[in-house]
């Protein structure tokens, strides 16, 4: 064998790790498209429960001056 054909350590060692990061960097990849994909999220249901909600009647002056707007001083 030539000195040629023979990977010294760390030309080895050098490939090795570049493979190893692009893999890491596509099994992350793969992990965030699949929960992106897995999570459906529907606010519809979560605003209907709002809509639905009663009206809620208080007659605390406190809540009042900082709900609506009165100046503090």
């Known amino acids: 064998m030539s000195s040629k054909q023979i990977n010294t350590p760390s030309k080895i ?3 090795e790790e570049a493979r190893t990061v692009e893999q890491n ?4 990849r793969q992990n965030a498209d699949r929960i992106y994909n897995a999570v459906h999220i529907s606010n519809e249901d979560n605003e209907n ?3 639905n909600l009663p009206q809620q009647s208080i007659s605390d002056p406190l ?3 900082f709900f609506n ?3 503090f001083y």
């Open 63 to 65: 809540w009042n001056q």
């Open 49 to 51: 429960r709002i809509i």
């Open 13 to 15: 060692n050098e490939f």
């Open 69 to 71: 707007g009165s100046y």
């Open 25 to 28: 960097q596509v099994e992350r």
